[in-house]
């Protein structure tokens, strides 16, 4: 957030200049009502969707602005709640595995995932994702979610409600990536879980450089990195700090994806535009069945 969480790296794209008022949300779908001069590929009238990168005001508008290299046609198969819903957790998720997690340049075929936090929106998403490689995808999730993270094509799920849930995890297999959706944190992973890599969304660097300044908060998260990798040496594995990256191959990778319908939406609630801020507290509460969706045509 410009204006709060992550302001220190969010400025430095942006040159340092606050804009005002801060608007949320990255991913949309609607309209186009008008084109720069280079712009040949996407028309007025065209019903597109996409994102807008984090440095940039958000897409809780009527109107939004954005490079046409982050626009894809709508899929004529979904309408734009749905297809808004999917972008920035598939995104997020195509992130983390590919880039960070080097699926970009390895086989897929077969790799064995988990996914901790599997029902949540980039949960979802990276369940269906993997599953469209040809991985063999575990997951994690309350009892409750079990049924929708298996209807996603998950290969095992495991109820972290479960006494015997760690051990379950351990007895398992060894995974070649541990994707943490859950913000459990590395320093919390069991010790006799065997995996190659973990990656997780939640890394402590927007909070070191918010408290303590850009080059010493930068310091204490390559400190906190190095640590947390030479820890993991011991079992040979690794440990990366995952984010969205605004790709337009991404982009374009998973829309070939979705207009496929290899990745689905899942919406646990739509809100309407009037009821925004219900629709924040509910995605702050967490403990989320997919996405929470915000419709701007029937407000």
């Known amino acids: 957030m410009i204006g709060g969480y992550g302001q220190t790296l969010f400025q430095i794209p942006r040159n340092f200049e606050l804009e005002f008022p801060l608007i949320l949300g990255r991913d949309f779908a609607g309209t186009v009502i008008s084109t720069g001069h280079a712009v040949s590929k996407i028309k007025v009238g065209d019903p597109v969707y996409g994102f807008v990168p984090l440095h940039k005001p958000g897409s809780f508008a009527e109107v939004v602005l954005t490079d046409a290299c982050h626009v894809q046609p709508r899929p004529k198969h979904l309408n734009p709640v749905e297809s808004a819903s999917l972008v920035y957790a598939t995104m997020t998720a195509w992130s983390a595995l590919f880039l960070f997690g080097n699926l970009l340049l390895k086989q897929r075929e077969g790799r064995r995932v988990l996914i901790l936090g599997a029902s949540g929106g980039v949960g979802t998403a990276a369940v269906q994702l993997l599953k469209s490689q040809n991985c063999v995808v575990y997951c994690t999730c309350a009892k409750d979610a079990t049924d929708l993270v298996y209807s996603l094509g998950a290969d095992c799920v495991f109820n972290y409600t479960d006494p015997d849930f760690e051990k379950n995890v351990e007895m398992e297999t060894r995974y070649n990536i541990i994707l943490d959706c ?27 450089t918010d408290r303590q300044g850009l080059l010493t908060g930068l310091a204490i998260s390559v400190r906190d990195f190095l640590k947390s990798n030479i820890d993991s040496c011991s ?13 337009a191959d991404g982009f374009k990778f998973l829309h070939d994806l979705i207009s496929k319908d290899k990745i689905k939406p899942t919406i646990q609630k739509t809100f309407n535009f009037e009821h925004l801020p219900d629709a924040i507290k509910a995605l702050s509460e967490g403990h989320l069945r997919g996405k929470i969706a915000v419709d701007y045509k029937n407000s």
């Open 235 to 247: 079992k040979g594995s690794q440990v990366r700090w995952a984010f969205f990256v605004p790709s």
């Open 182 to 208: 859950a913000k459990i944190g590395y320093e919390k992973i069991p010790s006799t879980w065997q995996y190659d890599t973990y990656i997780t969304l939640n890394s402590p660097l927007l909070h070191n």
